[in-house]
């Protein structure tokens, strides 16, 4: 078995430890794990850009319900360009302070976070791997990006991942527009300790697609609790933006509206386009999404703005600097 079948293999067995979709995971413990569980970087997988470079799809998996961690770019955090396979052994040393730093989060929001950023790497880049390292609870785990053809996708496989547009399998998502996505004003930003920063950015979806759905909310109790019907977690298509905490504490961050969440939180009422009963909320008026935040430490942050249909997303960041 090549080893990105077999990577594919231990994927599937993991969902399905997760959700219990198969006999035998039914069979094992079901718990809610709120804190002390590790964070394992993903590899998505890759599409073929015009210009002949490939892009490559990273995201992560925090197993806890509740623990969120901020880990720094650094040994602990860090991105190695290699040859196949040459840090398959978990105890070898890739951090190299030049090239670890490829845009990846510093902090990590609890559950599943897909296909949350991208890596281009050039049309000659043949065997080799986008490495990512990630050490949670003392435990380290690696993501390998490659260009194997089993893990070319398209925007119908994202969809599918993520439960767009109700889990739907519509092959007219295989070219489905992500959603236009931009900031209003400086994207670099200074604030002070408490100091009010306005946001503002314009977001639409030239396509249309997936249309919002009429589909009613489940109501009852029965109906909002009832157990899952898919080993993936599902939303109702629609155009939604939310902006979340990619490098920084999450903890010292305050926005006003509070803001939808961005992973995958299922638990009801959970305030997530993947929660029961959440109903994807009407774009504001002229599709400009106006909110405020306020820091109550100092330090780098970079706030990430998400705008989404509910199956493909685009991103925008605000770096800000915070004084005291």
Same mark, same amino acid.
């Given at each position: ?31 809610? %794990?709120?804190?002390? !569980? ?6 998505? +997988?890759?599409?073929?850009?015009? !210009? ?17 961690? /901020? ?5 602990? =955090? ?14 070898? /040393? ?45 435990? %380290?785990?690696?993501?390998? +990006? ?23 399998? !519509? ?93 995958? !939180? ?43 249909? +509910? ?5 925008? =960041? ?7």
């Amino acid at each position: 078995m090549t080893r990105a079948a077999l990577l594919s293999l231990m994927t599937w067995i993991c969902v399905a430890a997760i959700f219990g979709s198969s006999p035998a995971a039914v069979a094992q413990e079901r718990r809610m %794990v709120l804190k002390g !569980d590790v964070v394992s970087p993903a590899y998505e +997988g890759w599409w073929p850009n015009a !210009d002949g470079t490939f892009k490559l799809f990273f995201g992560y998996m925090n197993t806890n319900w509740q623990q969120q961690f /901020d880990i720094p770019i650094g040994p602990r =955090n860090y991105f190695s360009v290699v040859e196949a396979a040459d840090l398959d052994d978990l105890e070898l /040393d890739g951090y190299v302070s030049a090239a670890s730093d490829m845009g990846q989060p510093t902090h990590f929001y609890p559950r599943r976070n897909p296909f949350l950023f991208t890596i281009d790497v050039p049309s000659n880049f043949g065997d080799k791997e986008v490495v990512w390292t990630l050490e949670t609870q003392g435990r %380290v785990a690696r993501a390998f +990006g490659s260009l194997y053809p089993d893990y070319r996708i398209d925007a119908q496989v994202i969809s599918t991942e993520v439960g767009g547009a109700f889990g739907s399998l !519509d092959d007219r998502l295989r070219s489905n527009i992500a959603p236009e996505l931009e900031v209003r004003g400086d994207t670099y930003r200074t604030a002070r300790v408490g100091e009010s920063v306005s946001l503002s950015v314009y977001a639409n979806d030239p396509d249309g697609f997936p249309a919002r759905s009429n589909r009613p909310p489940p109501r009852t109790p029965e109906q909002i609790y009832r157990p899952p019907s898919s080993i993936v977690a599902s939303s109702g298509p629609g155009l939604r933006f939310s902006w979340s905490v990619y490098r920084g504490p999450e903890s010292a961050v305050s926005f006003v509206p509070a803001q939808m969440k961005t992973y995958t !939180d299922t638990r009801v009422y959970a305030n997530s386009p993947w929660s029961p009963p959440y109903t994807i909320p009407e774009p504001p008026q002229g599709n400009i999404w106006n909110s405020t935040v306020v820091f109550d430490r100092p330090g780098e942050y970079v706030l990430r703005g998400i705008a989404s249909d +509910g199956s493909l997303f685009t991103y925008q =960041n605000v770096n800000v600097t915070v004084s005291p």
